[in-house]
């Protein structure tokens, strides 16, 4: 396990602070938004892949071309 040790400015103790009035740890908090950001990156990551097949028109016409051929295969 790796230890961290961090200087805080007062904004981010503050911000601390409030996130552990509930009796919650820091260490718990400091945690938590590791895996918070960890998160967020690999979601902004996917929409912007998402984003950059939507705007491709050969990646475009394959959807619809596979959706078209979904469409066949309804049985209503």
């Not at 396990?1 to 552990?20: F, H, P, S």
């Not at 895996?35 to 016409?61: F, M, W």
């Amino acid at each position: 396990m790796t230890v961290l040790t961090i200087e805080l400015d007062a904004q981010t103790e503050a911000a601390l602070d409030e996130l552990t009035e509930d009796g919650g740890s820091p260490e718990q908090v400091i945690r938590d938004a590791i895996l918070d950001a960890q998160r967020r990156r690999r979601n902004d990551r996917l929409r912007a892949q998402a984003e950059a097949v939507g705007r491709d028109p050969t990646d475009r016409a394959e959807a619809q071309a596979i959706m078209r051929d979904m469409d066949d295969l309804r049985a209503w």
